[in-house]
């Protein structure tokens, strides 16, 4: 009988509570997006699994359980291991030519940075009006709403990376707010393109990309690496990865790793960071007003910084005498590479003689680098 007893008193559900039930749930509803939906499946299906085994009690599963399995596997992210070497996988699959042949494109990866800038204000300000209303809630610091921030940067690795090091009590809130609407900007970003830019700005025909040496395509991440990490050197990490990544890819000399982190290694890193977030989400964690708050700055984030990119694309259409089709703005923001099927996509439907793809990899490019940049600023502010 005492070894009955044990059992029954190990058993998960003695400990099983409503808030555990409820995370189960939203660990279910995300296993339901990334199989059924097929939203991001590489990822979502791990961060389900990780919120699932997280949230049973007496499993041993989460990332604070010190000993155990996520406990080591989530250290990738504590440590800030996962996301330069995610960057590292990117840079080997990113064709850096459409921004070197185009380099103005890089001013609307620029204007995409909108959304970083917003949803920080309305984080820190937004969590100061609602102090008095909300009991328990004691608002955002600085650091935190710019933890939050980062999310606009439509970039997983770069949202990881601030939070880890300005709000890691956020963290799992922000990454998966990140990685959620990351999922969701087929829907998010063309109603918003539509409505900013107008039928004759939508069936502009842009010029082929002129044709980029070998030469200037090895140069640039070298480069980018000596101008950066002397100017943002918080940002070291992801941008010293994102650029050894490309010039692996570039320099002719190293292709038998390229296949390797564009296929083993990433798929590796996307389940371990999904696993390693998802387990990071326990009920007491999640299950708080600030995380509500996250998730609808999360989205004010992604808008603005669709918007931001638009209209910079707007500008340029009218500076370069309606050279530039406002329909790559929405790849002002960094969620590569869906952020430039959707500009291809618009621009077909509007106009089939319309080939916006490559254009559409220069704003992104140039965005990812402007993300991590802008992170590597407020993380030397903030950790001040």
């Known amino acids: 009988m005492s070894i009955w007893n044990y059992i029954y008193e190990t ?10 039930v409820c995370m189960i749930l939203v660990a279910l509803g995300l296993a339901f997006l990334g199989i059924v939906k097929k939203y991001e499946p590489l990822l979502m299906l791990p961060l389900a699994i990780g919120i699932l085994i997280a949230n049973i009690p007496a499993a041993g599963l989460s990332a604070y359980d010190e000993g155990r399995l996520m406990h080591f596997l989530y250290s990738g992210i504590r440590l800030v291991i996962y996301p330069p070497l995610i960057f590292l996988c990117i840079g080997a699959m990113t064709d850096f030519g459409p921004l070197i042949a185009n380099p103005k494109t890089a001013i609307i990866g620029l204007g995409g940075q909108l959304g970083i800038f917003v949803a920080m204000g309305t984080a820190y300000f937004l969590g100061n009006l609602l102090v008095p209303i909300i009991p328990g809630f004691d608002g955002f610091s600085l650091q935190e709403a710019a933890a939050i921030g980062i999310i606009g940067s439509s970039d997983g690795p770069t949202s990881i990376y601030t939070a880890t090091r300005l709000a890691p009590d956020l963290l799992p809130s922000i990454a998966i707010a990140a990685f959620s609407y990351m999922a969701l900007v087929p829907f998010i970003q063309p109603p918003i393109m539509r409505l900013l830019t107008t039928e004759k700005e939508r069936v502009i025909v842009m010029p082929e990309p002129k044709q980029v040496t070998q030469k200037q395509k090895i140069l640039f991440p070298i480069i980018m690496i000596i101008v950066t990490l002397l100017i943002f050197p918080a940002a070291s990490a992801l941008i010293a990865m994102l650029m050894l990544g490309n010039l692996i ?4 000399v190293t292709q038998r790793f390229v296949p390797t982190l564009q296929t083993e290694m990433l798929n590796i890193l996307t389940l371990l960071v999904g696993l390693s977030i998802g387990s990071s989400a326990t009920a007491d964690r999640f299950l708080q007003p600030k995380t509500l708050i996250i998730i609808l700055v999360g989205l004010l984030a992604f808008v603005f910084g669709t918007i931001g990119g638009v209209l910079t694309a707007k500008l340029l259409c009218k500076l370069t005498g309606g050279k530039i089709n406002p329909l ?11 952020a430039a099927r ?5 621009g077909q439907k509007y106009n089939p003689q319309s080939h916006l793809l490559m254009h559409a990899m220069g704003p992104i490019v140039s965005s990812t680098i402007g993300s991590a940049m802008v992170a590597g600023v407020l993380i030397s502010i903030f950790t001040k």
């Open 328 to 338: 790559i703005g929405n790849s002002g923001v960094s969620a590569m590479p869906m």
């Open 249 to 252: 890819r570039e320099s002719g």
């Open 11 to 20: 058993m998960g559900f003695l400990g099983l509570t409503h808030l555990n």
């Open 342 to 346: 959707i500009s291809q996509r618009m």
